[in-house]
């Protein structure tokens, strides 16, 4: 009699889902160009809340249109409408499309047509993740009361984040993406193999696209993140900037340790006021920009006790759980808002905390002449390399500024312009909480360089994952630097929480270029999208001196 009950319910279940009605729209813009909407109902005839959803990652095919209305009507929607547009000049809608440009006045637009809608109840969620994402920041600074809570995954809301890191363009990261998704339909030849290591940069767009890139060159020219350029609206992304920290709407933020985002996330997260924080949560999973999953081809160790989305809130999709709460539901009792609940990667556990690096304690450990890291610093010492602009160190994986996330390394010192250091073996087992810090004291023949570091764990089968990387050149924060000369440059690598088990070991590596995923430095001071030339520079790590600082629980 049971099992027949539960036969029942599946079946009366599967009724239910079946319920979904699908219908589309062309609703048109401002400007009279007309963006393709589909709209999904549990049923017809009933006012309900809508989820909101606009992306450019939309089939343009009719057959594709047709899976996706297919995969829709066996959806559960909960009780929600589903609005879903594609963006103008991507999938089945009229227009063209250049990145960010049109989403202000095109989401306005969109919400005043759900408003008119018979079966919009008053209640607005907002839904996306990465660009599906940015789309709804661009109108946040505009009040909506009737946008009740927000979904926002793997995105920041700054533009120079998204495009540059301390004056490098994030060529893998914004570049590429751009040369795939610019005028995505119109124009159709393009060079996708574009060579990013060209001097100078500006003007690349040209040959890529046969046609200038308005936008992608003028960012070309705003490498410091304190020109107001980059709170100017327009391809400054002004209206979007700090759209989530002004729209004192409830938040769900769900992040990736070696996401692209994640350091931005954090920046978003901290700029909340106290109210605002109370009544939002941040959730960061041990994936990359893909959040909800792990990537084949990985190492065994990286995922090898879970760390999914479906463990941690299993049921309802995130988004449905999120909104279920803020419409009056119970969150799950592993959600704390107000609070950040991550997974301690190679610890196979969810932790919450209201911040990260609690109950902390630094280690620092020196660059010594030897190629390890100390405890213990000795007297000053030198090693020296030289760094060829036009035959850059590559690297595997973006760790966490750009696409490509964890990857295995190359072998300790794989070239000689890449110093690699690395600490004993751990003898118990240390768990890292926090932001880990790197000081170098350097020095160079150039009057401009640049230096990179990226941190790794050392497997007890010998094999590295990279985790953390940053980049910056000496005169960004050493203006006054000459050739020869000594200076410092500080480095704070992104937030994370991962242990390094007994018998495992950390590795730093140091180098002046990480090429494709990075813009390269010339060696000349300036604006390096302008250099049109470049030379070779002799580029010195001075040890004893220079050090990672590292946040250990207690």
């Given at each position: 009699?049971?099992?027949?009950?539960?036969?029942?319910?599946?079946?009366?279940?599967?009724?239910?889902?079946?319920?979904?009605?699908?219908?589309?729209?062309?609703?048109?813009?401002?400007?009279?160009?007309?963006?393709?909407?589909?709209?999904?109902?549990?049923?017809?005839?009933?006012?309900?809340?809508?989820?909101?959803?606009?992306?450019?990652?939309?089939?343009?095919?009719?057959?594709?249109?047709?899976?996706?209305?297919?995969?829709?009507?066996?959806?559960?929607?909960?009780?929600?409408?589903?609005?879903?547009?594609?963006?103008?000049?991507?999938?089945?809608?009229?227009?063209?499309?250049?990145?960010?440009?049109?989403?202000?006045?095109?989401?306005?637009?969109?919400?005043?047509?759900?408003?008119?809608?018979?079966?919009?109840?008053?209640?607005?969620?907002?839904?996306?993740?990465?660009?599906?994402?940015?789309?709804?920041?661009?109108?946040?600074?505009?009040?909506?009361?009737?946008?009740?809570?927000?979904?926002?995954?793997?995105?920041?809301?700054?533009?120079?984040?998204?495009?540059?890191?301390?004056?490098?363009?994030?060529?893998?990261?914004?570049?590429?993406?751009?040369?795939?998704?610019?005028?995505?339909?119109?124009?159709?030849?393009?060079?996708?193999?574009?060579?990013?290591?060209?001097?100078?940069?500006?003007?690349?767009?040209?040959?890529?696209?046969?046609?200038?890139?308005?936008?992608?060159e003028e960012a070309l020219l705003h490498p410091d993140r304190n020109d107001p350029f980059w709170k100017s609206p327009g391809n400054g992304g002004g209206e979007f900037s700090d759209s989530l920290v002004n729209s004192q709407i409830p938040v769900m933020f769900v992040g990736s340790w070696h996401?692209?985002?994640?350091?931005?996330?954090?920046?978003?997260?901290?700029?909340?006021?106290?109210?605002?924080?109370?009544?939002?949560?941040?959730?960061?999973?041990?994936?990359?920009?893909?959040?909800?999953?792990?990537?084949?081809?990985?190492?065994?160790?990286?995922?090898?006790?879970?760390?999914?989305?479906?463990?941690?809130?299993?049921?309802?999709?995130?988004?449905?759980?999120?909104?279920?709460?803020?419409?009056?539901?119970?969150?799950?009792?592993?959600?704390?808002?107000?609070?950040?609940?991550?997974?301690?990667?190679?610890?196979?556990?969810?932790?919450?905390?209201?911040?990260?690096?609690?109950?902390?304690?630094?280690?620092?450990?020196?660059?010594?002449?030897?190629?390890?890291?100390?405890?213990?610093?000795?007297?000053?010492?030198?090693?020296?390399?030289?760094?060829?602009?036009?035959?850059?160190?590559?690297?595997?994986?973006?760790?966490?500024?750009?696409?490509?996330?964890?990857?295995?390394?190359?072998?300790?010192?794989?070239?000689?312009?890449?110093?690699?250091?690395?600490?004993?073996?751990?003898?118990?087992?240390?768990?890292?909480?926090?932001?880990?810090?790197?000081?170098?004291?350097?020095?160079?023949?150039?009057?401009?360089?640049?230096?990179?570091?990226?941190?790794?764990?050392?497997?007890?089968?010998?094999?590295?994952?990279?985790?953390?990387?940053?980049?910056?050149?000496?005169?960004?924060?050493?203006?006054?630097?000459?050739?020869?000369?000594?200076?410092?440059?500080?480095?704070?690598?992104?937030?994370?929480?991962?242990?390094?088990?007994?018998?495992?070991?950390?590795?730093?590596?140091?180098?002046?270029?990480?090429?494709?995923?990075?813009?390269?430095?010339?060696?000349?001071?300036?604006?390096?999208?302008?250099?049109?030339?470049?030379?070779?520079?002799?580029?010195?790590?001075?040890?004893?001196?220079?050090?990672?600082?590292?946040?250990?629980?207690?």
């Amino acid at each position: 009699m049971k099992s027949f009950l539960s036969f029942l319910c599946s079946l009366s279940s599967l009724f239910a889902v079946a319920k979904n009605v699908i219908d589309t729209h062309y609703v048109s813009m401002d400007d009279g160009v007309k963006l393709f909407t589909m709209v999904s109902v549990p049923e017809k005839g009933k006012k309900m809340p809508v989820i909101v959803i606009r992306t450019p990652y939309a089939p343009t095919d009719d057959r594709g249109v047709a899976k996706l209305h297919k995969r829709y009507r066996k959806t559960p929607q909960y009780g929600y409408a589903m609005v879903i547009q594609h963006c103008r000049g991507t999938g089945k809608s009229e227009g063209v499309f250049v990145p960010y440009v049109d989403e202000k006045a095109d989401g306005l637009k969109c919400l005043e047509w759900v408003r008119k809608q018979d079966f919009y109840n008053g209640e607005i969620y907002l839904s996306g993740s990465s660009y599906a994402a940015s789309v709804h920041g661009a109108y946040l600074n505009v009040p909506q009361p009737d946008i009740k809570g927000i979904f926002w995954a793997v995105q920041d809301t700054e533009r120079y984040n998204i495009i540059y890191r301390n004056g490098f363009m994030r060529l893998k990261l914004h570049a590429g993406w751009y040369v795939n998704i610019y005028k995505k339909k119109s124009v159709k030849r393009r060079k996708k193999a574009a060579k990013f290591e060209t001097f100078p940069l500006a003007g690349i767009t040209q040959k890529i696209f046969g046609e200038k890139a308005v936008d992608f060159e003028e960012a070309l020219l705003h490498p410091d993140r304190n020109d107001p350029f980059w709170k100017s609206p327009g391809n400054g992304g002004g209206e979007f900037s700090d759209s989530l920290v002004n729209s004192q709407i409830p938040v769900m933020f769900v992040g990736s340790w070696h996401d692209v985002y994640v350091s931005g996330m954090f920046d978003i997260w901290r700029k909340l006021t106290p109210e605002h924080r109370k009544k939002s949560v941040f959730i960061i999973t041990p994936f990359e920009h893909a959040y909800m999953r792990r990537r084949k081809g990985i190492h065994p160790s990286l995922y090898s006790k879970g760390g999914t989305p479906a463990e941690f809130l299993p049921g309802k999709a995130m988004h449905y759980q999120w909104f279920d709460h803020l419409r009056g539901g119970i969150l799950p009792e592993q959600i704390k808002k107000g609070e950040i609940s991550r997974y301690v990667l190679f610890g196979g556990k969810w932790v919450t905390s209201p911040e990260m690096g609690i109950n902390t304690v630094q280690q620092k450990f020196y660059l010594n002449s030897k190629r390890s890291l100390s405890t213990s610093p000795e007297s000053a010492g030198a090693i020296s390399y030289d760094y060829d602009p036009r035959k850059p160190a590559v690297f595997k994986g973006g760790c966490d500024g750009v696409f490509g996330g964890v990857e295995v390394q190359d072998a300790p010192n794989s070239r000689s312009d890449i110093i690699s250091f690395v600490t004993d073996k751990f003898e118990k087992d240390m768990v890292l909480n926090g932001e880990a810090k790197v000081r170098l004291h350097v020095s160079s023949s150039a009057p401009d360089t640049c230096f990179y570091v990226r941190l790794s764990i050392v497997k007890s089968d010998k094999a590295a994952l990279g985790l953390r990387n940053e980049i910056d050149s000496i005169c960004r924060t050493n203006p006054e630097f000459k050739a020869n000369g000594e200076a410092v440059i500080d480095f704070t690598f992104a937030p994370h929480h991962f242990k390094v088990a007994k018998g495992e070991a950390l590795r730093l590596d140091v180098s002046s270029s990480c090429f494709p995923y990075y813009q390269l430095h010339s060696n000349f001071k300036g604006n390096q999208a302008l250099q049109k030339d470049t030379q070779l520079a002799r580029n010195t790590i001075i040890t004893g001196k220079s050090f990672i600082s590292i946040p250990f629980e207690k």
